[in-house]
């Protein structure tokens, strides 16, 4: 079974970036959709962006589109989430999260899910 662990998290200023990994055991990363999802307090967890297993397809959420960028590096295992121009309403526990075959925004769609890795953004 993969596992992946997430890192990166922390606490920036309005505008500031982070970069986000999420590394993942085993050699089948490849094989997987990586999604990254977010849960603010209170609030349902949500999509943010995906990536296909190839690397050539990505998708966002019109929160994020134009400020945040998913890439993977299946060499690696890992995958990547870059938080520019971040806003206080970034503010959220951020996910990783695996699956086969075709890509999903819906979080019942994933089985493999890491720990989480905490985002802060202050005004």
């Known amino acids: 079974q993969v596992q992946v662990v997430e890192s990166g998290g922390g606490l920036v200023q309005a505008g500031g970036s982070l970069r986000l990994s999420c590394a993942a055991s085993?050699?089948?990363?490849?094989?997987?959709?990586a999604t990254w999802f977010r849960q603010a307090p209170g609030k349902e967890r949500e999509f943010v962006a995906f990536?296909?297993?190839?690397?050539?397809?990505?998708n966002y959420a019109p929160s994020v589109k134009g400020r945040f960028t998913i890439s993977r590096d299946n060499d690696r295992s890992t995958v990547y989430l870059q938080m520019n121009t971040l806003e206080p309403e970034d503010t959220a526990v951020y996910y990783c999260?695996?699956?086969?075959?075709?890509?999903?925004?819906?979080?019942?769609?994933?089985?493999?899910w890491g720990q989480g890795t905490q985002v802060t953004v202050s005004s």
């Open positions: 990536i296909i297993q190839n690397g050539e397809v990505t």
């Open positions: 085993g050699r089948t990363f490849a094989f997987y959709v």
């Open positions: 999260a695996l699956k086969t075959n075709i890509p999903s925004a819906s979080v019942k769609a994933y089985d493999i």
